[in-house]
């Protein structure tokens, strides 16, 4: 397997399905969710390389309660995901996704079925309005999926 992009400048030889296991095994070191949501706080501190020039409302994830910036480039046909919010929780679960998604093809990004979001419990413990903004951080890395997607093929 070909090296993966993860996280903003890691390279890693894993799968998504390697990476979201991984995600629900951390998850599962934590006994209870307010230790859970510090955690997620802290992998959003440790979301970094967001270019200030992109804070713009071209570039927010719509359906947020919360200010979410994603922004993408093509890096040999792969999706490189750059994101940042305002609220801690939402970045830190923006930074899972980025973690999951980045350097992935648009295929891969489109078919990835994100499992560990409901294995961690993450679905049942957010707030329904940071549940909707986290089902718009996914469509939105998706829809930029498909639109690489339809560039590679033209």
């Given at each position: ?85 305002d ?13 999951v ?28 309005t ?12 998706k ?12």
């Amino acid at each position: 397997m070909d090296s993966r992009l993860r996280g903003n400048d890691k390279t890693v030889d894993k799968s998504i399905q390697e990476i979201e296991d991984e995600v629900v095994d951390e998850f599962s070191f934590f006994e209870n969710w307010q230790d859970k949501y510090e955690y997620i706080i802290e992998l959003g501190k440790k979301l970094k390389g967001y270019p200030e020039d992109k804070r713009t409302d071209d570039n927010k994830v719509k359906g947020c309660q919360s200010s979410v910036w994603l922004v993408t480039s093509d890096e040999n046909g792969r999706i490189i995901f750059k994101a940042d919010s305002d609220s801690t929780i939402v970045k830190g679960l923006i930074a899972l996704l980025v973690r999951v998604l980045n350097g992935r093809t648009p295929d891969e990004v489109l078919n990835a079925k994100l499992e560990f979001i409901s294995k961690t419990g993450l679905q049942q413990h957010l707030a329904q309005t940071r549940a909707n903004g986290l089902a718009a951080m996914i469509k939105q890395m998706k829809m930029y999926a498909i639109a690489y997607k339809a560039k590679q093929q033209n």
